[in-house]
Every structure is written in structure tokens, then in C-alpha cells.
């Protein structure tokens, strides 16, 4: 039914390093959102116009470090899994068509929650999808292995 396939060293590097890449890239472009005034005072005069309610600052501050934090986090969720999964794969076993396929699925969930965030004015939206290319066709890769290795 499943064939096994031993990921290559080369390809476990590749994929942690553009992981690591993918994580770095969320990580500065939330520190730099979090940090610039400007971006938190147009946030803020955004929020003034559609609310009825009256919000100081501080408070609205605290709400938009918040969010920032918690959409950080969810764009955390896929590249993690992925990592631990695969790093896991490799030093205890092996991985199947089974590990591609549900890996496949959710990077295109990751790169459809990157693309639908609609930042084009943000180079880091740039990166971030083509390191989720890199992961899907890396992932990809890997099934030409799992098919070879059922002959």
C-alpha cells in the first residue's frame, strides 16, 4: 500500500533553512509592524472612523500589539508543523505519500492565508510567497521519491 522513502540530508537542509527563512521574514515583519508609530497611528485613525466608540490610545494599542501577535502566531502554525514534522521523519523514520500529500495541502493553505492578507506595499508579502513556492515544489520533489522507491 505505502512505500517508505528516506529523506536525503540535502533536501532536509533545504527545507529547514527555507522554513527558517519563511520564520524570519514573519518575525521581522511583525516587529517592524509593531514598532512603527506611523503604522499604528493609521491603524488607529482607521479604527476612529468605522467605530462609534470612543477608545484611547493606550487601549487601542494594546489591542492592535494583540492582533498583531496572534495573526504572527497563526502564520506560525504551518511552518513549524512543517519543520518538526519532517525533522522527525528523518531522524526517527521515513515518510510516505500520505506526509507529502497532507504537507501539500496545508503549504497551500499557508501561501492562500499569505495571499489573501493583500499587502502589496510590503515587500516581506513578496518573500513570504515565494518561499512558500520553494516549500511546495521542495515537497513535491519529495514524491518523486516516494514513487520511485514503490518500484
Given at each position: 500500500m505505502f512505500r517508505d522513502y528516506h529523506i536525503t540530508r540535502k533536501k532536509l537542509y533545504i527545507l529547514l533553512i527555507t522554513i527558517s527563512i519563511v520564520i524570519m521574514i514573519l518575525s521581522v515583519e511583525v516587529l517592524m509592524e509593531v514598532k512603527d508609530r506611523g503604522m499604528f497611528l493609521q491603524w488607529f485613525?482607521?479604527?476612529?472612523?468605522?467605530?462609534?466608540?470612543?477608545?484611547?490610545?493606550?487601549?487601542?494599542?494594546?489591542?492592535?500589539?494583540?492582533?498583531?501577535?496572534?495573526?504572527?502566531?497563526?502564520?506560525?502554525?504551518?511552518?513549524?508543523?512543517?519543520?518538526?514534522?519532517?525533522?522527525?521523519?528523518?531522524?526517527?523514520?521515513?515518510?510516505?505519500?500520505?506526509?507529502?500529500?497532507?504537507?501539500?495541502?496545508?503549504?497551500?493553505?499557508?501561501?492562500?492565508?499569505?495571499?489573501?492578507?493583500?499587502?502589496?506595499?510590503?515587500?516581506?508579502?513578496?518573500?513570504r510567497i515565494a518561499a512558500y513556492l520553494v516549500l511546495i515544489g521542495i515537497t513535491l520533489s519529495l514524491s518523486t521519491g516516494v514513487d520511485s522507491s514503490k518500484k
Open positions: 485613525e482607521e479604527v476612529q472612523t468605522q467605530d462609534a466608540l470612543e477608545v484611547s490610545e493606550e487601549e487601542a494599542f494594546d489591542a492592535y500589539v494583540s492582533g498583531n501577535i496572534l495573526l504572527y502566531m497563526l502564520n506560525l502554525v504551518i511552518p513549524l508543523g512543517f519543520a518538526l514534522h519532517t525533522f522527525f521523519a528523518y531522524q526517527k523514520g521515513k515518510i510516505n505519500s500520505l506526509f507529502i500529500y497532507l504537507w501539500f495541502i496545508m503549504l497551500i493553505g499557508g501561501l492562500a492565508f499569505t495571499f489573501i492578507s493583500w499587502n502589496f506595499n510590503s515587500l516581506f508579502y513578496y518573500f
